[in-house]
């Protein structure tokens, strides 16, 4: 018996010694033939042209459709349900849980105190979450805690910021509904009662009924109320 | 399909869409997104790029969710081809890495989080991970049988015809970016036990469409194009702004570039 010695010099890649070596061009192809699941949100406004043109415009535009709902080619082909989120506190904690790791420029919120446990989406349209809340102040409350000293609604200015689109007698206190949440509805009354079966405010609080709303409060929509009145248990 | 489908993707990426009046669904054979179809690829016109912005990713997981439902992936958090991880260091510098189902269900729940209460958190931020389709691929270089090859436009792609299933390349690789199928879940060409990988959802980007997880993040974190077009978001960022690599020292030259760079990220 006797031992052979073969000595193989290593080659740039192990495949030039096989046999198996595969077809790259004919399998990229195969690769590239898949079908797609996700559609992209262009194809959504073909039947969903109101949510479409909502969602356009809010806050939310940079979220595709399918990121929420879900992969859109078997709806789109055979009509089957596209995922809608059974709690919409869950989904929504995905992205706005308040959570260290984030940024901090990034809208979130303490999911155990927000909303005292109801779902996101009785006050929030996921097509356009902001619909029916106060504008939000678009700049730093730093050195500027006296609003009316910039609008002021009779002095005309260069660059003049927004004039308030309501009166200001009795709502000195800008930042009452106009401020961060620490702030929001500090000195205003206060829901005096649980909120279970409640949903609707104007059902009960509106010209004729209880505790009519004063007539500034012309065109709010009830899902606007608890933005500013907070309840009690807070 | 090529330029007309790229700028149709480029559009429909930067938020402006053309709207179309066509039934929902001849769109969707006309994208070529609801029947297979032998697409014939010019892969020598594109060098594709990737970009993961470190500052912008506020670890929802969508991205994960979107990739497994979009190439078949496994549901079990072991098996990913994308994934995100969290990076969380504390007063005295030390570094906590972590990956919840590789972060398919989000970082939000309560149970993710209880570890970290009792630190002094220093800083703490996410990482999204894929394959790098790396520009010197080690997982190329030990395929036996050269089941795993590089496209000329730049993608690493595994032949699952050929793959003999022996995972020298997972071992080879060194961002862990490789897995294998298991057994009873065959990929679209019918088998189990070879391996699998994020390929930039190589059946998309060549419909000019964006990669799943791409297409699906929320804040822009994730962002895809061509390197070859000096217009492309990708070559602008990597033109302009600092970017780094994963492992750098290890000369794979990857094409997934960071931004948002901490020392220790790894």
Redesign the interface.
């Known amino acids: 018996m006797f031992v052979g010695l073969q000595v193989v010099p290593a080659p740039?890649?192990?495949?030039?010694?096989?046999?198996?070596?595969?077809?790259?061009e004919v399998?990229?192809?195969?690769?590239?033939?898949?079908?797609?699941?996700?559609?992209?949100?262009?194809?959504?406004?073909?039947?969903h042209?109101d949510k479409y043109t909502m969602w356009?415009r809010s806050n939310?535009?940079?979220?595709?459709c399918?990121?929420c709902h879900?992969?859109g080619?078997a709806h789109?082909?055979t009509g089957a349900p596209p995922v809608v989120a059974e709690s919409s506190r869950e989904l929504c904690?995905?992205?706005h849980?308040a959570?260290?790791?984030?940024?901090g420029n990034?809208p979130q919120v303490d999911?155990e105190e927000m909303g005292n446990g109801a779902e996101c989406i009785k006050c929030h349209d996921p097509h356009e979450p902001r619909a029916g809340m106060p504008t939000q102040v678009p700049h730093e409350l730093e050195g500027r805690s006296n609003c009316q000293s910039c609008h002021r609604p009779h002095e005309p200015w260069e660059s003049t910021p927004p004039i308030p689109p309501h009166p200001v007698e009795g709502r000195e206190n800008c930042l009452e509904c106009h401020g961060p949440d620490e702030l929001r509805g500090a000195t205003l009354p206060r829901v005096p009662h649980s909120l279970e079966g409640r949903s609707e405010c104007l059902l009960c609080h509106n010209a004729e009924g209880i505790k009519p709303p004063p007539a500034d409060h012309a065109g709010r929509r009830t899902t606007s109320c608890l933005n500013c009145h907070r309840t009690e248990q807070d | 399909m090529g330029a007309k489908g790229l700028l149709g993707g480029a559009l429909a990426y930067s938020g402006v869409t053309s709207v179309m009046r066509k039934p929902a669904r001849a769109e969707g054979v006309a994208r070529g997104l609801l029947a297979p179809e032998p697409v014939k690829i010019d892969w020598k016109k594109y060098h594709w790029g990737f970009v993961c912005d470190d500052d912008k990713c506020i670890g929802c997981g969508r991205c994960v969710v979107a990739c497994k439902n979009e190439n078949n992936v496994p549901w079990e958090p072991e098996y990913n081809r994308t994934w995100v991880e969290r990076y969380v260091i504390d007063e005295e510098g030390e570094f906590f890495v972590d990956s919840p189902n590789a972060g398919r269900d989000g970082f939000a729940a309560d149970y993710m989080n209880v570890k970290y209460q009792a630190l002094d958190i220093r800083k703490s931020f996410f990482v999204p991970k894929l394959c790098n389709q790396c520009d010197n691929p080690p997982c190329v270089k030990v395929c036996p049988v050269g089941a795993t090859y590089m496209t000329d436009d730049g993608v690493v792609l595994v032949d699952h015809g050929h793959c003999i299933g022996c995972r020298y390349c997972i071992q080879a690789c060194p961002y862990g970016a490789r897995f294998m199928l298991p057994r009873g879940h065959e990929s679209h060409f019918g088998v189990d036990r070879v391996i699998d990988k994020c390929n930039w959802c190589y059946h998309r980007i060549h419909r000019g469409l964006l990669p799943a997880c791409v297409q699906a993040c929320p804040v822009e974190a994730r962002l895809f194009g061509d390197l070859r077009d000096p217009e492309s978001v990708v070559s602008r960022i990597t033109r302009e702004k600092r970017v780094y690599t994963l492992k750098p020292d290890l000369g794979t030259d990857p094409k997934v570039f960071y931004l948002g760079f901490e020392k220790g990220v790894h």
């Open positions: 740039a890649a192990l495949e030039e010694l096989g046999f198996h070596t595969s077809n790259p399998n990229a192809e195969e690769w590239a033939s898949l079908p797609a699941q996700h559609v992209g949100s262009a194809v959504c406004v073909n039947c042209e356009g939310h535009q940079t979220v595709s399918e990121t879900g992969p080619a789109v082909e904690a995905l992205c849980a959570l260290v790791s984030r940024p990034f999911m």
